[in-house]
Structure formats: C-alpha cells, structure tokens
C-alpha cells in the first residue's frame, strides 16, 4: 500500500508544482514525510522533510499537520517558517478517495 500512496501523493504534488518542477522522490514513513524536489533552472535537488505529521478534516479538507519542518536550503527553511506561521503547522488538500490511505498511514490528530 506504501507504493500506492506515494504514488498518489507524487501525482498530487507534480500537479500543484506542475510550473515551477516536480517531484524527484518521495518517502513516506508513520508520522514524517520526506520530498526530494527539482526545480526549473535549479541544478541542485531540494530536501524537504516534515516529521511529527498527524491528519484531521475541516471544512471538507483533507489536512496535514506536522510538529517539524526542514528544507535544505536557508532560504526555503525561512518561507516554511513563514509559511508555519500563517498556517498554523498544516497543510491541506481536496478530501478525496484517492488520498484516503494517507488517514491509515499517519495518526489521526488529538
């Protein structure tokens, strides 16, 4: 299931990056997530990885929340901070069928 969800998720994300890169990797564990990013122009790949990561839904979103971000350049480290701030740890996506097996990987949120 592991590869099915990756696999979703890489779909998800090449979507969303579709103008400015993709998805180089993508590795999933039970509470953390690390992406391996390229972007147009850039010769060097981007490390991001967010641990601590737990689910809820709100307003018909499917959401990710995580205690830790890092990235492996300063500068995107401080747009995740910024980012950490105004969104309070969480991100979200559309609730869909397809990201449901996401609920079974990461625990749920208290």
């Known amino acids: 299931m592991g590869n099915f969800i990756s696999d979703q998720l890489v779909k998800h994300l090449n979507q969303r990056l579709a103008q400015v890169g993709s998805v180089e990797a993508l ?8 992406v391996t990013l390229k972007l147009r122009g850039d010769e060097e790949e981007i490390r991001l990885e967010f641990s601590g990561i737990s689910w809820f839904t709100e307003d ?18 401080g747009v995740l901070g910024i980012i950490r701030e105004k969104s309070g740890n969480a991100f979200s996506m559309p609730d869909a069928i397809h990201l ?10 208290r």
Request: aromatic residues 14%; glycine residues 2%; proline residues 6%.
């Open 100 to 109: 449901m097996p996401l609920k079974m990987l990461f625990p749920k949120a």
């Open 27 to 34: 590795d999933l564990e039970r509470d953390a997530l690390k």
């Open 60 to 77: 018909g979103k499917f959401n990710l929340r995580y205690d830790n971000a890092y990235a492996s350049r300063e500068w995107i480290q």
